[in-house]
């Protein structure tokens, strides 16, 4: 028996049984202990950027990561680039790798001052296609934005743009929708989408040609208009999901950016929130995804989402640092550096890290190496070769070394398992994957004769199965991600383009109790290229909400029994408003507390020591779709007219949302901006938690409420220690057409 040494960690390796594998990567330590875990600190970009926004990432069938961003100045003093470019080998440290476009390959349809925003990358039939929104053509007179495509044979390029926009501008009648942030997704019928869209003009869905390259058909709204950008859809336990950012991305200190969810079983929608309330209705809907908590971080948004060699899935998006919003030079540039957070799925709905918001300091990095070698039985070699490799390639043919027969790990695999590897194949001939031993030992079969992917465990009358079938569109001669997920009691196995939410194919089974036994990991197959396969302990998924706040002891409770409005105070008081029938009603006017010298009336009293919550009653009318900016009232905590927080139920063109906005002077400036979530009803009760950090900021947190009892928690706004802010009830916005806010109650709790 003959052995040879191979090189390079299994994580990063690839395999040939019968067939080639791809380009070499740097070697690594010998399976069998498990790696050390990654750590990582927020941004991830910061070695090599000031602003790194409207991330997407992919695992190139290289073996790396890689990260996009949008066309802004990569740093401080910086020219605007066309979209960036950076990789990594383990997720968490990033190695800049220059720009994607230059005047030479930038698409001949796009006018010289065009900015090139919001990449999507993907694999598409054997080469890496990158969308991006074009903000500007020369087809049109005017600001008609489209949606750009370019295509690429590694991921780093060379970029050949695509003759035509994949989505095209779309006229209005008297000027043009945001043709923005696109996003694909490719579906296990063999359909490909494209989601598209921004505030004006909602979010679309079109399908696209088998090339991914050209729209198809009549598109569908997805999202209304004037709430949602950024769209990014994912499929998961059988469910689209369409996620999606709201609000102002690029507020400077006062930026609430986040990310909201809707789910449909179709990619068409409609797309309905926890709730059931849809994200097309003009009270749109939507389950918060992330949102700031109140840290360094604000404005957390326009992300997109991978899954680690484990199966825990990950988000990474771009926030405000809110101690240093702006890019110095060129001026009105937000530094907005991409962020990486762990993204669990809790009841059916994925949250950032279980609800706590963006991260700040160290965190435990996504598993990126591969926690076992390999044996490989080389029948042409007369016997088997041990330990973790790669095939060899001969540097003078380019040919590489051909492996037959069969693989396992060289120890056994945990219980719970995630196998991930790309496959590609031109043979007809089965690729096997087995889990576990005995009798209940799991079988994995990627059939493309048959154009099959096939689980089974157990024998004879305890054996169970499934089949579905591999869509004829998609060729398997080119690579195809296989991932199996063996936790819980069930195995689930996926065939991927990018392992970005799309599928190709999937099954799953649920196993009998007791099912799994610790065994090695095992390949067969023959006529097949395997390449970047790891074998690592499924990650233990995250399965309840961190705590939210809850309101105890009341402190002060204001009914409206009476006029006396006792330990109040009016500033600019409205002599329209009165208490009457039990509550205070108060006529909405013209007047509003935003911007230099604001006008708003309000009522306000001080706030009580310690962590509290203010809360409320409030109906107000504010009609259906009618355009009725910006007639709102709600809760205001009051620091000074240039200082001030207020969460409100507001009327934005035709929607109806709550928003909860902050007003500041920083640096001289002055900044407005908000968190937006909803729907509000006509009586909707609001609540705002305070409480301090070590520092002594004041940090307050938005709720609402269309019940009284299930409570819907958002953005968290913070005001410098000392800033002694009082807390309220404000109205404003206009005052036609008429309408007036009544409050039931004002009340204020101690917080447990």
Not at 164 to 181: L, Q, S
Not at 228 to 236: D, I, M, N, Q, R
Not at 441 to 459: A, Q, S
Not at 700 to 714: C, K, L, M, N, V
């Amino acid at each position: 028996m003959r052995h040879r040494r191979i090189t390079a960690a299994l994580g990063a390796a690839a395999l040939a049984l019968g067939l080639a594998a791809t380009a070499a990567v740097p070697a690594q330590a010998d399976g069998g202990e498990e790696p050390a875990a990654t750590t990582y600190t927020n941004p991830v970009t910061a070695d090599f950027a000031d602003t790194y926004a409207d991330p997407a990432i992919i695992r190139g069938k290289d073996g790396w990561w890689y990260l996009y961003a949008t066309s802004d100045p990569l740093v401080e003093g910086g020219e605007f680039g066309l979209m960036h470019v950076a990789r990594s080998r383990d997720m968490v440290d990033w190695e800049y790798r220059g720009t994607i476009l230059d005047e030479e390959s930038a698409p001949d349809w796009a006018t010289d001052t065009s900015f090139f925003w919001a990449p999507d990358i993907r694999y598409v039939d054997g080469q890496y296609v990158l969308y991006f929104t074009v903000t500007d053509t020369v087809l049109n007179a005017g600001d008609d934005s489209a949606i750009g495509a370019a295509t690429a044979p590694t991921p780093e390029g060379p970029w050949t743009p695509v003759a035509e926009p994949v989505v095209p501008p779309r006229p209005d009648g008297g000027g043009f929708f945001w043709t923005f942030d696109p996003s694909m997704l490719a579906d296990d019928d063999g359909s490909r989408y494209l989601y598209y869209g921004s505030y004006y003009g909602g979010l679309w869905v079109t399908e696209l040609d088998e090339s991914g390259l050209h729209a198809v058909g009549e598109a569908t709204q997805v999202a209304i208009n004037d709430k949602f950008e950024g769209a990014y859809v994912l499929k998961h336990d059988g469910y689209y999901y369409l996620m999606a950012s709201s609000a102002n991305c690029c507020a400077g200190p006062s930026t609430g950016y986040s990310v909201f969810a809707g789910r449909s079983e179709s990619p068409r929608g409609p797309f309905v929130d926890h709730e059931g309330v849809s994200l097309l209705d003009t009270r749109p809907g939507g389950t918060q995804v992330l949102v700031q908590n109140g840290n360094r971080w604000i404005g957390a948004g326009h992300h997109t989402v991978v899954s680690d060699l484990s199966g825990q899935d990950w988000i990474y998006y771009h926030a405000i640092d809110r101690e240093d919003p702006w890019l110095a030079e060129p001026g009105g540039i937000n530094r907005r550096p991409t962020l990486l957070d762990r993204l669990d799925w809790v009841d059916g709905w994925p949250v950032t890290r279980a609800g706590a918001g963006p991260s700040e300091g160290e965190q435990t990095g996504p598993a990126a190496s591969s926690l076992l070698g390999l044996t490989i039985e080389d029948p042409s070699e007369g016997g088997a070769l041990r330990g973790s490799f790669r095939s060899d390639v001969d540097e003078q043919s380019g040919e590489h070394a051909l492996f037959r027969g069969r693989v396992w790990t060289d120890e056994p695999a945990p219980e719970e398992v995630h196998v991930e590897l790309d496959l590609r194949t031109r043979r007809t001939e089965p690729f096997l994957v087995y889990v576990g031993r005995g009798s209940n030992r799991i079988e994995v079969e990627v059939n493309p004769g048959d154009r099959e992917l096939h689980v089974e465990y157990g024998r004879g009358r305890f054996q169970e199965e499934a089949t579905v079938p591999i869509p004829a569109g998609y060729d398997l001669s080119v690579w195809t991600a296989l991932q199996v997920h063996v936790v819980e009691g069930q195995v689930h196995v996926r065939l991927s383009e990018s392992r970005l939410g799309d599928v190709i194919a999937e099954v799953g089974l649920e196993l009998r109790p007791g099912v799994l036994r610790s065994a090695p990991v095992e390949f067969r197959g023959t006529g097949a290229h395997v390449d970047n396969l790891s074998v690592n302990a499924a990650h233990v998924p995250v399965t309840e909400l961190v705590a939210e706040p809850a309101a105890g002891e009341v402190l002060v409770s204001e009914d409206f029994a009476d006029a006396d409005l006792e330990g109040w105070e009016w500033v600019r008081e409205d002599t329209a408003a009165r208490v009457e029938d039990g509550a205070l009603v108060w006529p909405l006017t013209g007047a509003d507390l935003v911007g230099a010298g604001g006008s708003g009336g309000l009522l306000l009293r001080e706030a009580p020591e310690g962590d509290w919550i203010v809360e409320t009653r409030l109906t107000l009318d504010l009609g259906e779709t009618e355009v009725r900016n910006y007639q709102q009232a709600g809760l205001v905590v009051h620091a000074d007219d240039d200082n001030f927080l207020r969460l409100g139920h507001v009327a934005i063109w035709n929607t109806r949302q709550v928003e909860f906005g902050k007003e500041t002077l920083q640096d001289g400036f002055l900044s407005w901006g908000g968190h937006t979530s909803g729907p509000p009803a006509d009586t909707t009760w609001l609540r705002i938690h305070h409480t301090t950090n070590e520092a002594g900021e004041h940090l307050y947190r938005s709720a609402f409420s269309t019940d009284g009892e299930s409570w819907r928690w958002g953005a968290t706004w913070t005001l410098p220690a000392g800033s002694d802010a009082r807390v309220g009830l404000y109205t404003g916005g206009g005052a036609q057409p008429e309408t007036e806010a009544v409050f039931d109650y004002v009340r204020l709790t101690a917080s447990e």
